[in-house]
């Protein structure tokens, strides 16, 4: 059973517009969470974090928000770029710290920019 | 700063046979985690330690995995006998403090 869920394994946006990736969990005990962007043949790369006593994170193009009553997050991505085409991974963790005991990770959302 | 570094990138093997996939943490990370990336199930831990002691092991799929953690600087991901389904890319990530999970390239297992 996947307690991270990213129900759109794809999403085509155009150049300039804005990208929403969206994530879901049913882990009540999840208490921070963390988006992951892929390249291929490469290792996933740390985007942008949130704390379960947030609702935003702001980073440069990069929003993340925490509905934490809905257990759903979404990544926004303010303009997008041709370069943000790539795979992106939501994941959680119980460890408020950020992840002592282990990231769960979601199936991922691949992203294409359309120029 | 290398970077996490996996070796072998690729590995190519017969069913059965013995496959050990290595992996170099970043140096002063006192966490080391292994992945598992498949299309069905995605990204799977497997084992992580911390300080080079093995601290959840519940995600090994099965007793033909092991990993060990002989110092800090190294860690090993064994699977004897290899099979077909085990075919997947294995990621290693290590990581100190805060969320800093730094990744791997990985190493793209096909067991044929």
């Known amino acids: 059973d996947q307690q991270v869920k990213q129900n759109s394994p794809s999403l085509s946006v155009q150049e300039g517009r804005i990208s929403i990736l969206n994530c879901d969990y049913t882990?009540?005990?999840?208490?921070?969470f963390l988006w992951y962007k892929k390249y291929p043949a490469e290792g996933p790369t740390f985007l942008i974090s949130i704390s379960s006593i947030k609702d935003k994170n702001e980073d440069g193009r990069f929003t993340v928000f925490l509905n934490k009553s809905a257990k759903h997050l979404s990544l926004h991505i303010v303009p997008s770029q041709p370069g943000d085409s790539a795979v992106y991974f939501c994941a959680a963790s119980a460890d408020p710290g950020g992840g002592a005991d282990g990231l769960t990770f979601g199936k991922g959302t691949h992203l294409i920019i359309q120029p | 700063d290398a970077g996490v570094i996996q070796s072998p990138r690729h590995e190519v093997t017969e069913m059965g046979q013995e496959v050990t996939l290595r992996c170099k943490p970043i140096?002063?990370?006192?966490?080391l985690f292994w992945y598992r990336q498949t299309m069905m199930r995605g990204l799977e831990l497997l084992i992580y330690f911390n300080n080079n002691v093995p601290i959840d092991d519940s995600g090994m799929p099965e007793d033909r995995f092991s990993a060990k953690m002989p110092n800090a600087s190294f860690s090993t991901l064994k699977i004897q006998p290899s099979e077909p389904r085990d075919s997947a890319v294995y990621f290693c990530?290590?990581?100190?403090?805060?969320?800093?999970?730094?990744f791997g390239s990985g190493t793209r297992l096909t067991v044929v």
């Open positions: 882990n009540s005990m999840f208490d921070y």
């Open positions: 990530a290590s990581r100190t403090g805060g969320y800093g999970y730094t």
């Open positions: 140096s002063g990370h006192d966490y």
